[in-house]
């Protein structure tokens, strides 16, 4: 029942999102994309293959966005499984994990 993996094409939009994510904030947890933020910005401008390189960490950020995006989704889809079919009226003790801004599959903090 797995579906073939098709690869998704690295296209110049989205090399272009990528450039202004590669010069935002970096968050506050060791991350690949911290990483690769870290990587572009010090690639020196006298480097003969600089735009390669710069070619190449872009790509990478965004694979490392995408799987980010995917295991986070997959661990919200795992917690909800454990979660009780109970309602919030039954248990007065009850969390209502169902509101979209609370992500506890969310962490890993080094």
């Given amino acids: 029942m797995n579906k073939e993996y098709v ?31 870290l990587a572009y910005r010090c690639s020196k401008d006298e480097s003969f293959n600089l735009e390669a390189t710069r070619s190449l960490l872009l790509e990478a950020l965004w694979m490392g966005q995408r799987m980010s995006s995917k295991l986070s989704a997959n661990r919200k889809k795992e917690f909800d499984k454990e979660l009780f079919n109970q309602k919030k009226d039954e248990d007065p003790f009850a969390v209502d994990w169902s509101n979209n801004h609370i992500d506890v599959a969310q962490g890993n903090w080094d």
């Fill in 7 to 37: 690869p998704k094409p690295f296209t110049k939009e989205i090399a272009e999102e990528m450039k202004k994510s590669m010069q935002s904030s970096f968050d506050d947890k060791r991350t690949l994309c911290n990483v690769l933020k």
